[in-house]
């Protein structure tokens, strides 16, 4: 006889318990455990959504210069690897010498426009002192215009022609929105300081980024590869290779429309070609700038009297810009996925439309990486249809 066969105490309760898995409650003795409302992992998942909205509330006004400084590091990626590596000089040092060749390239130019606006206004400005000190007369260009000639010529005899009339049209306008001005000169003094701190950010994120950005990659496959694992080595390549592909286009692009289009404006007479020309090379970078220049030149030469060559320069502009377009653009921009027109002008337009410059390189990211997962989607659905493996 063992303990099994002895009678069970008067009075005491059966033990009992419930299953795991059946019901909220599960017994154990005489005490009834029930699962709690909030478990550990789905407090875990609202905390982590919590930091997460918290962190994009905060920090979203450093979007865009992450994104430069991404765009911007993943093209000149391959020069990084040679400082680093092949002149000896360490992350650190490739990256510290990356960043001040970048602040060369902006400051130098940036100055050297900021020097020449300052002069071209000093001779305005002292232009406009002579002429309200001793008045001027109609300049011929302006005079001689078709058909609106007559009315510039005499509009200008009546208010800034004769001597005081400058000063006048200041007062009055100065003195009757004297608030708006104010409030221009704080606006335009704010934007000012909000781009300086972004070039600064950008400028700290681009050294971390050359310093630190394989490192950084090789964190991203890691996870990349445990959310996606048949996909990731495919849709990952897509981003850098794209990126490398739109600045070099763009850069190309740009280039080769300031020439062609500036040696344009030197054989149709238009007055300081090089600075024209250098002028639409930037614009070209902003869908529909290079058009808007060449446009504005063609009328200029119509209105100052030759109206065949400003026909001409308009023909030609048209037709230069239907052939890049149609294809130098998309073969040079469409990166490894090969964008056809139509996703590489909606993302140049769209990017630009959200995120201004950044948003030409990152358009066409976006828009490969959906037409990237649009071909593997048809490639699966078509082995499935016809029962091939992927």
Known sequence: MNTRDMPQATGAAP?????????????????????????????????????VAASIYFFHGFLVPVLA?????????????????????????????????????????????????????????????LVNNAGAPTPDW??????????FDKNWNTYIGRPGGISEIVQLVSGSNIVAIYRGALTASSLAFHMA???????????????????IA????????????????RLSRVVPA?????????????????????????IAGVPSPVTFGVITGFMALIPGGAPLCFTLVSAYLVASGTPLAGA?????????????????R?????????????????GLIGGVKTMGIVGLFVGPVLMALLVSIWREWQREVSDDETGTPG
């Open 218 to 233: 090789a964190q991203i496959d890691l996870v990349g590869r445990h959310i996606l694992p048949d996909r990731w080595s």
């Open 312 to 328: 001409l320069l308009f023909m030609w502009g048209t037709c230069e810009l239907f052939i890049v377009d149609k294809t130098i």
């Open 197 to 215: 701190l972004n070039m600064l950010f950008m400028l700290i994120t681009l050294f971390v980024f050359y310093r630190d950005g394989d490192r």
């Open 330 to 346: 998309p073969v040079l921009v469409g990166g490894p996925v090969k964008l056809p027109f139509l996703p590489t002008f909606f």
């Open 69 to 129: 400084a991404s765009v911007i590091a993943l093209a000149s990626w391959p020069l990084r690897d040679r400082a680093a590596f092949q002149l000896g000089l360490g992350r650190t040092g490739a990256a510290a010498a990356l960043v001040l060749v970048l602040i060369c390239f902006l400051v130098i130019p940036i100055t050297m426009a900021l020097i020449y606006a300052f002069r071209e206004l000093s001779a305005w400005f002292n232009w406009a002192i």
């Open 15 to 51: 033990r009992a318990e419930t299953p795991a898995g059946q019901g909220g409650a599960r017994q154990t003795g005489l005490r009834v455990h029930r699962q709690p409302l909030v478990t550990n992992i789905s407090a875990a998942r609202w905390l982590l959504l919590a930091i």
């Open 142 to 151: 302006l005079a001689g215009l078709p058909h609106v000639g007559h009315w």
């Open 242 to 266: 794209t990126i490398s592909s739109t600045v070099t286009g763009m850069t190309l692009i740009a280039i080769g429309e300031g020439v062609i289009l500036g040696t344009a404006y030197w």
